[in-house]
């Protein structure tokens, strides 16, 4: 699919990812409508962001993924959706857990069924590598297992379900992208690499859960090449395809990455507040890549070292933003 002029639909753009991905379909000539969760504000989140120029080019749509009859539309006179709309907090869904299951299941099937509806040429699913929990092997493939640890994860693992149904039922033109753990500039500090840089820039202490949790960490702008070429794939369709760096690392090392890189002298102290139950916690994410590589011509390019050093000078250039030590969830 060339981008030029196509009508594309992004939910969740408000979001890190989201906003990333709608500024890079801008700057590929796509002509882009968003859905956004609406507020009184008129709050645009991460879009906020986003040089005047692009954002002028965006047709800002605001309602709630769970209004069938807001996201029918919204997809209405689409060539493509990129479905990223999701409430994404683990420590969030053992709070609110009906609310992440509605909106992400009741959501996804909201979207699938506009897009089913409307003759959508291709939609992107966005699953997560949560829904994997705790690695029985590593690295991961795309037929591991799949455990709910969370509400989140559980709520991701049947929004899954449904677009495979879908695919399988109706013949829609789904991929599911299920990336791991991403980050770079934008993210909130509710993920553990803002987490960890704003601690280190304004604080004596970093303040941490489980610091043996290991992860497999991908630059945003990797990540939003896969969910492109996953729109742009024939092969692609009806396929779940993990986009992680291939690389793993524990939270603690990643902390004294970051530590040095800052040549901060915060010490580590684990707070038992951010530890979650022990059958929820995630110990190990590690993706095989093959399959976006072999299928989408996709590899990471972006390091950790680089991407740590990009997300630093961001946020370091936006602290008023965070809520410095505060466990965010």
């Known amino acids: 699919?060339?981008?030029?002029?196509?009508?594309?639909?992004?939910?969740?753009?408000?979001?890190?990812?989201?906003?990333?991905?709608?500024?890079?379909?801008?700057?590929?000539?796509?002509?882009?409508?968003?859905?956004?969760r609406y507020n009184s504000r008129d709050g645009r989140g991460n879009l906020e962001d986003l040089e005047p120029r692009v954002l002028e080019q965006i047709e800002i749509i605001a309602g709630d993924l769970r209004d069938a009859d807001a996201i029918e539309r919204s997809v209405k006179g689409c060539d493509a959706?990129?479905?990223?709309?999701?409430?994404?907090?683990?420590?969030y869904s053992y709070k609110n857990p009906r609310e992440v299951v509605e909106t992400n299941i009741l959501g996804t099937f909201n979207v699938l069924t506009a897009a089913r509806d409307h003759g959508v040429n291709r939609i992107v699913h966005t699953s997560t590598s949560?829904?994997?929990?705790?690695?029985r092997?590593?690295?991961?493939?795309?037929?591991?297992?799949?455990q709910g640890q969370s509400p989140y994860s559980a709520s991701k693992i049947g929004a899954d379900m449904l677009a495979e149904s879908?695919?399988?039922?109706f013949e829609l033109p789904v991929v599911t992208i299920r990336p791991f753990n991403c980050y770079g500039p934008r993210q909130s500090a509710r993920a553990i690499i803002p987490t960890l840089i704003t601690q280190a820039l304004a604080c004596e202490e970093i303040r941490l859960g489980n610091t043996d949790a290991r992860r497999d960490f991908t630059f945003v702008t990797d990540?939003?090449?896969?969910?492109?070429?996953?729109?742009?794939?024939?092969?692609?369709?009806?396929?779940?395809?993990?986009?992680?760096?291939?690389?793993?690392i524990s939270i603690g090392q990643l902390a004294h990455i970051i530590i040095s890189t800052l040549q901060s002298t915060a010490k580590i102290v684990v707070d038992e507040a951010r530890i979650r139950p022990i059958r929820s916690e995630v110990n190990r994410l590690l993706a095989d890549n093959r399959l976006a590589k072999e299928t989408l011509g996709w590899k990471p390019r972006v390091s950790l070292e680089e991407g740590v050093k990009r997300t630093v000078a961001w946020i370091a250039a936006h602290m008023n933003r965070f809520q410095i030590g505060k466990y965010q969830i």
Do not use: C
Not at 130 to 135: D, F, H, I, K, L
Not at 137 to 146: C, F, S, W
Not at 166 to 169: I, L, N, P
Not at 223 to 248: D, L, R, W
């Open 130 to 135: 949560e829904v994997y929990g705790s690695a």
């Open 81 to 91: 959706v990129f479905h990223l709309g999701a409430l994404v907090g683990i420590p």
């Open 137 to 146: 092997y590593v690295p991961i493939d795309e037929a591991h297992p799949l």
């Open 223 to 248: 990540t939003v090449e896969g969910f492109m070429k996953a729109a742009q794939t024939p092969e692609a369709v009806g396929k779940v395809i993990n986009v992680g760096s291939g690389q793993e």
């Open 166 to 169: 879908f695919y399988a039922s």
């Open 1 to 36: 699919m060339m981008w030029e002029q196509k009508q594309v639909l992004v939910t969740g753009a408000g979001g890190f990812i989201g906003s990333h991905l709608t500024e890079a379909l801008i700057k590929a000539g796509a002509k882009v409508r968003v859905f956004i």
